[in-house]
C-alpha cells in the first residue's frame, strides 16, 4: 500500500479508501451477513488500506466498529458524517452534534479522524459555516474529532459551487469530491482551490455504473455526441473508450477508471466501494498500478475535461443534462 499526507491534517492516510456506503454497502445490500460485511472491512485493512469512511446514513457505522475491534484503534483513519437536513428541514446544531455522539457510539470509539458534513447544497453551506461548524470545533477541540470535512452532492451540484465556497473556509480540512473520466470539471474549479488551501481530498464516483454496465457508457456517448459535445464517430464504436485497453494501458475499463483518479494531482484518497472479496482485491490493485500512459490521459482530457455532470447515477438527473462548462 502506498500512503500520502491528507492535507493540513497531517493524517496519514493510504491512497485506496474503503467506502462504506455507495450502492453496496459492504454487502449488506445484496444479503451480506454483518459478519460477512466486517470480513471484508478486515481484508481491506489487512491489504493495507487504513481509511475506513462511512456514514450515519449508511448503517455501516457498527459492521466498522466489528472490525476495527480487531486492531489497534490508532492504526485506522474512521471517517463518518452527518447529514444537513432531514424531511426537508436544516438540523440544528444541537441535532449534528447529536449525530456526531450516536456516531462515536455505534463506531465505539472516542473521536473519529475526520467528520463530515454530508451532502451539503449550494444552499446550505452559509448555514452550515455560521450555525454548524462552530459547534462543532469544539467537539474538536474537545478530542472528538480531529478534522472537519464536507461532502458535495453532485447530482444536485454538477459545478461544484459549494465547494468553491467551503474550501476557502479554514475550518474545513478535508473535502469530498465527484471526480472520474467522464466527469473532470473539479480538476479546473476545485483542485486548484484544494491545492491552494491545502485541504485533502476524497475522491468519490471513481467507477460508477457508466463503466460498469456498457449500455449505460453507450447511451451517454450517443446523447453527448448528439448535442455535439463530443466526436460523433465515438457514438457510432460499440465501446468507445477501447483506446484505453491495451498492452502496456489499462487492463480494463474499470481499471482505468481507478488509475485516472488515482494519478490525478488533486486527489489524496480514492474511494472505493465493494461487497466482493474479489472486487475488494482487484479495486486496490488498480489503485496501486502506475498512471496510465500520457497519451490516454491526454485523449481522454480532450474529449471529455469540458464537460459537467456525466455518469452521475442519479434517478432525477438523465445525462442529457450534462452541459459543457
Known sequence: MEYTRLGRTE????????????????????????GEAADLVLRAIDRGVNFLDTAASYGTERIVADAIAARDRSSVIVST???????????????????????????????????????????????????????????????KVRALGVTETPPNDLHHVMLETALADPRIEVAMIGFHMLYQSARRKIFPLARAHDVGTLGMFAVRLIFSQPERLNDAIRELAAAGEIPPELADNPDPLDFLVHEGG???????????????????????????????????????RPPLPAEDVSTLRRLFGHLDGVGLDAPNLASKQARSA
Open 11 to 34: 493524517i496519514e492516510v493510504s491512497v485506496a479508501g474503503l467506502g462504506c456506503g455507495g450502492f453496496s454497502r459492504l454487502g449488506l445490500a445484496k444479503g451480506a451477513s454483518r
Open 81 to 143: 458524517k452527518s447529514s444537513l437536513a432531514r424531511g426537508g428541514a436544516l438540523l440544528s446544531p444541537e441535532q449534528v452534534l447529536s449525530s456526531l455522539d450516536q456516531s462515536l457510539r455505534e463506531l465505539r470509539t472516542d473521536y473519529v479522524d475526520v467528520f463530515h458534513l454530508h451532502g451539503v447544497r449550494p444552499g446550505q453551506i452559509d448555514y452550515a459555516q455560521s450555525e454548524l461548524l462552530p459547534v462543532l470545533e469544539k467537539a474538536q477541540v474537545n478530542g
Open 250 to 288: 489499462a487492463t480494463s475499463l474499470i481499471d482505468a477508471a481507478y488509475r485516472f483518479v488515482r494519478h490525478d494531482e488533486g486527489i489524496d484518497v480514492v474511494l472505493f466501494g465493494t461487497g466482493v472479496a474479489a472486487h475488494l482485491d482487484t479495486a486496490i490493485e488498480s489503485i496501486l
